[in-house]
């Protein structure tokens, strides 16, 4: 027997870890269909009941007014899964609930995780599960996901939920006056067999709310008259109710909210909760700044360092591979050699710093500073012409840029997203950091965790001036941010289970590209490199020489001779490609034989101009067409490519002339 | 909390903040070339852990006024003192396990003595602290017992 689950809840509520607890990591990850918004959907077994589970985005509220809430909506009502279970944070309760009222109206078979439960306790809220379960009409199931607390009843409960299906929980009612005009829109949708696969109350609140999808549905299926029809009602009910139904709704849902917890919960006073204690600190006007920038420093020192040993271990295994083939004289020898040991094998081993960032990056998502971070610069954001709600995405761009550029759709001002996204190619991504790793371990072997911190630092300062220009002289961005509101989590232990497969997913993602685009750029560049047949391999005479040489004396005003010049042509399919493409070109086996050689060949200023270059240069191939598809425009993402080129180049040449004077 | 404990851990406080907000300082001008001290093999001259010190210094510096008299209200910036002590100090254990690895696998020389940074044996001495505020928490952020219907 196969069931449907659906988890939805607030973002922030532990969601993904009740998903991974039910699913015990088999998922599939996807995309829902005709948009970027991931899909994760995995399986889970219990009692002989097969689960299928489907985790819906985080969101608040289930209106029409953005692509998250829409897929969710949609799901709920066309898929109609047997159990949605709706994960609540416990500790904040009146505001989660809010949701729940939502999905009882849509009829959903709903079951309630009542999440945080300790953090519930410990801020001192009693909260008395039954009473709650009867004045919601549904089940509710206290859990601590990260402990697995609770999670067996929640699956038990799953399963009794899916054999014996209930429509929906008790209807909340909302007053005469509102329910008067929700009976009377209802009875004219009820009248239309077109629009029986929607539930006829929820499709009725959703219409007096002026829902803009519900009218549309609703004139599709029963055409204009009825729609006028309910448009009349709706018009009616805002003279007698006194505004806008959508607030008034709201408010009632809040006042039923209110009534719920005044029954089934109680809250004590406690002397002391942790997070405000936290707070206090991580979020003190003079402190916090600081703080912050020495954790990100730690973070950098920590990848670079621990990543080295594992770094040469995979290295020599591949060197040891490239032997196999003996003595590289002929084409195939060359290209298992060379190519693909050599090439692919010498990228591979930069899995250790991305897995150790996103090792380092989940836990400060999961402790909850991560909110911290966006709520501290907030205030600097907002003067450089970006909201705190940027900030997000854009530390997200230090993992990969692309679900950076996705991620920008929780930004609601259109300016501020389109601001946002010129910068977030300036945030280095996972990809640029082999190259730091390998020049500034080659040239600056003392200090290279600070150097590499100094490449995402200057990131960070080229992306507040971009955006304070942008602002300024942009047309289309002009205009001052929006203002931030931002819900800050409590502070949590991250489990290492938690942490460990968030950065064991990213590394799939490098090892799918290694096996993919990172492949095919060995190959090519394996095939400029060395031929035609004979050549030096990387040499003027070789294919990559020609490309190299023809753009060298554009380049020359940097110090950046022709193989450095290639493989930045090459990293605008990747920017591991550079890396690939300087193992290729150098024509030499291992990182320590290619730093030898970059340190020979590279002086320092000219390698902190180069790390500099690959910082800003034009972004890599898929960055570029996530700009459009996320722009709906070549007009930004043309303008996003001119204006990094045009940035790569001076200030790689400020600091070429500027380090030649001191 | 009684008032004397809240002194001597001020005391305390004031002690692990100087040596951090001083080794951190002489991280920096050891970079800069004018340390007035020869102790480079025991306070590696890195700017940027120099301002990471400096940062967890001025964190436990914060909290020694409020603590000093008797007030409570230190307390939360002596916890953040730990915790990125904490955080400091088990990166620096990390790497220093890193570097034996290495050291190990390429058959070079590994130096328990340089690899023992500042901000390892601070963060062993801040241990008596984290110590000291986890009393603190538990005895005042212990849940209270609610009637058992109100829990399950």
Partial sequence: ?662 | MDKWSLKIAGSYALALGALYVACGLLEILSRMGVSPFKIDRFIPADPFSGFASIVVGATYLYSVRALLTGREEGLPFLLGGVVLSTILGVTFILVAGAHWLDSWLEGGEFSLAEELRPEIWLFASSLPVAYFTLQWIRASGRPGSFPSRWLK
């Fill in chain 1, 1 to 662: 027997m196969m069931v449907k689950v659906a988890l939805i809840g607030n973002p922030n509520v532990g969601k993904t870890v009740i998903f991974n607890n039910l699913t015990r990591g088999r998922e599939h990850v996807g995309n829902w269909p005709g948009t970027t918004v991931e899909k994760r959907v995995g399986r889970g077994k219990h009692k002989s009941v097969t689960m299928e589970i489907v985790d819906l985005p985080g969101l608040y509220e289930l209106t029409a007014s953005s692509i998250a809430e829409l897929i969710a909506r949609d799901y709920i009502v066309k898929e109609n899964p047997d159990v949605v279970v709706n994960v609540v944070d416990a500790s904040n309760i009146e505001r989660n609930l809010y949701l729940t009222l939502l999905l009882l109206e849509l009829e959903a078979n709903v079951i309630v995780a009542l999440n945080m439960w300790d953090v519930a306790e410990s801020r001192g809220y009693g909260i008395d599960v039954k009473t709650l379960s009867e004045l919601l009409g549904v089940p509710c199931i206290p859990t601590i996901a990260p402990k697995k607390v609770g999670i067996e009843e929640l699956k038990d409960e799953i399963v009794r939920a899916t054999q014996k299906r209930r429509v929906g929980g008790r209807p909340i009612s909302y007053g005469d006056d509102v329910e008067m005009f929700i009976g009377k829109i209802e009875t004219i949708i009820l009248r239309d067999a077109r629009l029986s696969k929607y539930p006829a109350r929820w499709l009725a609140i959703k219409a007096l709310e002026g829902d803009e999808r519900a009218l549309k549905t609703i004139e599709e299926l029963a055409g204009p008259e009825t729609l006028s029809e309910i448009l009349s009602i709706v018009a009616e009910s805002r003279s007698v109710l006194g505004g806008d139904p959508e607030v008034v709704l709201a408010e009632r849902r809040y006042n039923v909210i209110r009534v719920i917890l005044e029954r089934a919960v109680r809250k004590r006073e406690v002397k002391l909760i942790l997070t405000d204690v936290l707070d206090e600190v991580f979020l003190n006007k003079y402190l916090g700044i600081p703080i912050f920038l020495a954790i990100m420093w730690t973070v950098f020192y920590f990848v670079f360092e621990v990543s080295e040993p594992f770094m040469k271990l995979l290295n020599e295994g591949f060197i040891m591979l490239g032997k196999l083939a003996g003595e590289t004289k002929t084409p195939l020898a060359s290209l298992w050699a060379d190519g693909i040991c050599s090439g692919l094998g010498f990228v591979l081993q930069f899995i250790f710093p991305i897995i150790f960032l996103y090792i380092a990056l989940a836990i400060l998502e999961q402790s909850g500073y991560l909110p911290r971070a966006a709520f501290l610069m907030d205030r600097i954001m907002y003067n450089v012409g970006l909201g705190g709600r940027s900030f997000i995405p854009m530390l997200l761009g230090f993992g990969c840029n692309v679900p950076a550029i996705m991620a920008t759709r929780v930004i609601k001002d259109e300016r501020d997203r389109l601001a946002t996204i010129l910068v977030i190619p300036l945030m280095s991504c996972a990809a640029r950091l082999p190259v730091y790793v390998l020049i500034a371990g080659a040239l600056f072997p003392e200090y290279a965790g600070t150097v590499v911190f100094s490449m995402y630092m200057l990131g960070i300062i080229l992306a507040i001036l971009v955006s304070l220009l942008a602002r300024k002289l942009v047309p289309g961005l002009k205009g001052k941010p929006a203002p931030l509101l931002l819900e800050l989590p409590p502070y949590r232990v991250p489990t290492l289970t938690a942490v460990l497969s968030f950065a064991w997913r990213r590394a799939l993602v490098f090892l799918e590209r290694a096996g993919t685009v990172l492949f095919a750029g060995a190959l090519i560049l394996w095939f400029l490199a060395y031929f035609p047949w004979g050549v030096e391999p990387g040499s003027g005479d070789s294919y990559a020489g020609l490309i190299g040489n023809t753009l060298q004396p554009i380049f020359s005003p940097l110090g950046f001779d022709s193989k450095l010049v290639t493989a930045l042509v090459f990293g605008f399919w990747a920017k591991e490609v550079v890396i690939e493409a300087l193992g290729i070109l150098y024509g030499v086996e291992g990182e320590e034989e290619i730093r030898s050689v970059i340190a020979a060949s590279v002086s320092p200023l000219t390698g902190l101009a180069y790390m500099a270059f690959v910082l800003i240069y034009v972004p890599c191939i898929a960055t570029v067409a996530a700009v459009k598809k996320e722009t709906l425009s070549w007009r930004w993402a043309a303008f996003l490519v001119a204006y990094q080129l045009t940035l790569a180049y001076a200030v790689a040449l400020i600091i070429a002339r500027l380090g030649s004077l001191l």
